[in-house]
Every structure is written in structure tokens, then in C-alpha cells.
């Protein structure tokens, strides 16, 4: 054997389970299709002051032991976002919201009178109809679409529901500056633990029998390689899983259970297109006597993008735009620099000051995920009927392939870090029962 245990994808999932393997003796090879560790959580610097722009993951949604965990190992903080929000629609410009996002959830207590799943889009139309419901519905519609980044024709409205009653949806707060040193923080211990890690690798193929496994992957730089070892840990996004089960040619050798595909299929990614714009000062909040000094989102009607946000409560020059769903596959074909100059125009003229907008702006950075072809989406949704596949694509084959990710997450931590983190921390114990239950030869350190 090459290595006892490779692990695929070096995102949130993948570095933790490396990296709970390794302290454990385990010899770990990571094979990375990017050049650089993260997976989905993406920042660049943006402005002349260097900000680290979130591209990809931002918040820390919920309690997060898993991430609040790694934070403290690594001397980082967190900050509660910012509560002061707005609305901005066509016919009444920017007014204070009365609610959050989250407020309208509580249609979908309403879940638990069906007697079948059935999608968000049905589930809601029976209430856009009723003068005393139609406001919430159409609000939860537009959660579903911006938070979840979900098709509500798709997505199954029980999966919601049981989401939103984990609490996953309190105490949002943000990693202080950013991701950023976090998951520098992890690569240096990966690093100082012994796990090898190859970026810039992708995966072709997993043969795979019980008790060893044949990665054959490419490299740029090294060209083809092949790795043998007694198990693997999958983390790659299910999006990629949906793509490579599907492939005429055999990702894995031999082809996954059926009731595992089955599972894959029953997961869909949700899209999002998120822009981050720098400027010079933060103008926004001296409008109108300052108005919105304090403002820490705008959610808008009739816009390319749904929703803006501010950093607060920490006072930076950043200005993050996001749309998700629908509205994100709207923007499907249109450049990164129309997409820039899209949500600065519209940003601008949410307080009638394009112009103003225009002169303070200094640079901006996009990314669209369902174009990136290692993730193929933002982050997970249960389509209808398909309550049980998450926790179908989390079970391990044979005590051989482990799967771990945001995906696999079963405690309502689907689509956030600190789902990936658990994951990959299940996912290593498993392979370590597993490695144990064979007689591996050599002592594993508790």
C-alpha cells in the first residue's frame, strides 16, 4: 500500500478528516483537484486595502461546535452579524424590514400536517392564495430560493422544514477576518501531522475492493499517478458525485450500490452567484443623515440580485451581493464584469445615488459555482421524496469507501462548514474502526 487511507477533496470535510486520521497514526494522502486547499470556501483580496473577499462560505450558521472547535484551537474569534435590515422593492424603495429571513419558516410548520413530501413550490401555492398567508408564503419562497439557493419545483419542502427546526438558522456570526487563517491553520497542522497532500490532482477513477482501493488520478505537473491504499474517504461535492455516477465511463469500479446512486440522485446542488465590491469609503452609511449606518442587509424585489450586505458590525468597505436559485440561474452566460457592474449599478441605485456608487467604487470579484466543474453548485438541497439520502449517502460501502461533506450531514448542518467539519470527523472514526476491525499492523494512537 501506497498510504492506509486516502482522502479526496481538501474542503472543510477532507482537511478534518485528514487531519483526525493523521493525529491518529494513520498514514493520510490527500488528493486535491485544485490548487489550493478550501474546497468551497474561496477568498481573494479585493480593494487597495486588501480585504480578504468571501467568494464561497462566509457565515457560521447556528452553534457550530465543529467549527467553534477548530476556532479556538487556532486563537480565532467570531462575530454575530449585524440584526439592522432592509427592503427594497420598486414601489416602495428602501424601507426597515419587520422581519428577517427566517421569519418565514414558520409556514412551513405546516409541513407536518401532509401526509406525503411534496416540493416547496407546491407546498406554497396553496397559501399564496389566502389574504392572511400570502405575504409569508411569498417570503418563504424567497428564502428558499436565497438562503438555500434551491429550485422550489425541486426542492422538498419536509427537508426545510426539519432544517429549520435544528435551530441551524440562529446566532449567525462570522470567522474574524475571515475563513481565511482558519483553514490556513488546518493546512499547517495537516502539514505538521504528516499528511501528504497533492493539489492540483484530480481523480479519474476509484477501483475499489474491500479492504483496498486504486486511485488513479492526473496532475499537471505530475502527470498520471496511482495511488493504492486500504480505504478512501470521498468528500467531494455531490454535485461532482452526481456528474461522475452518471459518466459513461466508470468513476468507480465496480459501479456504487444502487441504493447509494439512489441517494446521489436524491441530493441536488444549489446555485448561487455572489459578487464582493470594494470601495473607497463606505458611502452607504452617510446617506440620509445616516440612515443606515448600522444596516447589515437589503433584500430587494424586482433585482438580478436578491440580497446585499454589509460586514457589520465590523466597518469595512465591502459590499457583498448575492443571488441564489433562480435568480442565480438567470445570470447563467453572463460575464464576471456584467455581473460586477450589475449589482454596482443596482447597489447604487437602491438610495437613487448611482453615481455616487460609481465614484467610490474601486474594484470587485465574482464567482459563479455552478460553472466551477469541481463542485458544480453552491452547496446541497433534498429534492422531494428524498428525505433519507443524506444520511444513505453517508453510509460507508464495505467498509472500504467513506463518504463525508456538507451533503452527508444529518443533524440539519447540510450546506454549512461545520456540516462538512462533522462529516469529516465521522468519516475518519469510521475508517478507523474499519482500519482496527482488520488488523491493521500498527498501534493507533486514541
Do not use: N
Amino acid at each position: 500500500m501506497d498510504t492506509d487511507v486516502v482522502v479526496i477533496g481538501a474542503g472543510a470535510a477532507g482537511l478534518a478528516a485528514a487531519l483526525s486520521l493523521a493525529e491518529r497514526s494513520v498514514r493520510v494522502t490527500v488528493v486535491e483537484g485544485r490548487d489550493r486547499i478550501g474546497g468551497r470556501v474561496r477568498w481573494e483580496p479585493v480593494g487597495s486595502a486588501g480585504v480578504p473577499a468571501e467568494l464561497g462560505a462566509e457565515f457560521i450558521h447556528g452553534p457550530a461546535p465543529e467549527t467553534a472547535a477548530f476556532m479556538r484551537e487556532a486563537g480565532l474569534t467570531r462575530t454575530p452579524t449585524g440584526d439592522a435590515s432592509w427592503a427594497w422593492s420598486t414601489a416602495g424603495g428602501l424601507r426597515p424590514a419587520d422581519d428577517d429571513d427566517f421569519s418565514a419558516g414558520d409556514v412551513f410548520e405546516r409541513v407536518r400536517t401532509l401526509a406525503e413530501d411534496e416540493s416547496v413550490d407546491v407546498f406554497l401555492r396553496r397559501f399564496e392564495h389566502d389574504p392572511a398567508l400570502r405575504k409569508l408564503a411569498l417570503r418563504a419562497r424567497g428564502f428558499v430560493e436565497g438562503f438555500e439557493g434551491a429550485d422550489p419545483a425541486r426542492v422538498s419542502a419536509r427537508s426545510i422544514a426539519d432544517e429549520l427546526q435544528t435551530g441551524v438558522d440562529s446566532a449567525t456570526s462570522r470567522p474574524v477576518p475571515s475563513y481565511a487563517p482558519l483553514f490556513e491553520h488546518l493546512g499547517e497542522r495537516c502539514a505538521r501531522a504528516g499528511v501528504d497532500v497533492r493539489l492540483g490532482s484530480v481523480v479519474e477513477r476509484i477501483a475499489w475492493e474491500r479492504g483496498k482501493v486504486t486511485i488513479d488520478a492526473r496532475s499537471e505537473r505530475a502527470g498520471a499517478f496511482t495511488l493504492r491504499a486500504r480505504c478512501a474517504v470521498v468528500t467531494v461535492p455531490v454535485g461532482v458525485l452526481r456528474q461522475r455516477v452518471d459518466a459513461p465511463h466508470p468513476f468507480f469500479a465496480p459501479p456504487l450500490p444502487v441504493e447509494k446512486q439512489v441517494a446521489v440522485r436524491g441530493l441536488e446542488m444549489g446555485h448561487a452567484v455572489r459578487v464582493v465590491l470594494a470601495f473607497r469609503t463606505p458611502f452607504w452609511e452617510t446617506i440620509d443623515g445616516g440612515r443606515f449606518r448600522d444596516a447589515a442587509f437589503f433584500r430587494c424585489e424586482g433585482t438580478a440580485f436578491a440580497a446585499y450586505w454589509t460586514q457589520a458590525p465590523q466597518r469595512e468597505r465591502t459590499i457583498v451581493a448575492w443571488a441564489g436559485g433562480p435568480r442565480a440561474t438567470a445570470m447563467d452566460g453572463v460575464a464576471a464584469q456584467a455581473r460586477i457592474e450589475r449589482a454596482l449599478d443596482e447597489f447604487g441605485a437602491m438610495f437613487g445615488q448611482r453615481d455616487l456608487a460609481r465614484r467610490e467604487y474601486e474594484a470587485g470579484v465574482t464567482y459563479d459555482w455552478s460553472t466551477d466543474p469541481l463542485a458544480y453548485g453552491a452547496y446541497s438541497y433534498v429534492v422531494t421524496g428524498a428525505g433519507a439520502a443524506r444520511a444513505a449517502l453517508g453510509t460507508p460501502v464495505d467498509d472500504t469507501l467513506f463518504f463525508a461533506g456538507e451533503a452527508t450531514a444529518t443533524d440539519g448542518q447540510g450546506g454549512t462548514v461545520s456540516g462538512a467539519f462533522g462529516t469529516g470527523l465521522r468519516a475518519a472514526a469510521e475508517a478507523v474502526r474499519a482500519l482496527e476491525a482488520a488488523g491493521v499492523p500498527w498501534k493507533i494512537v486514541p
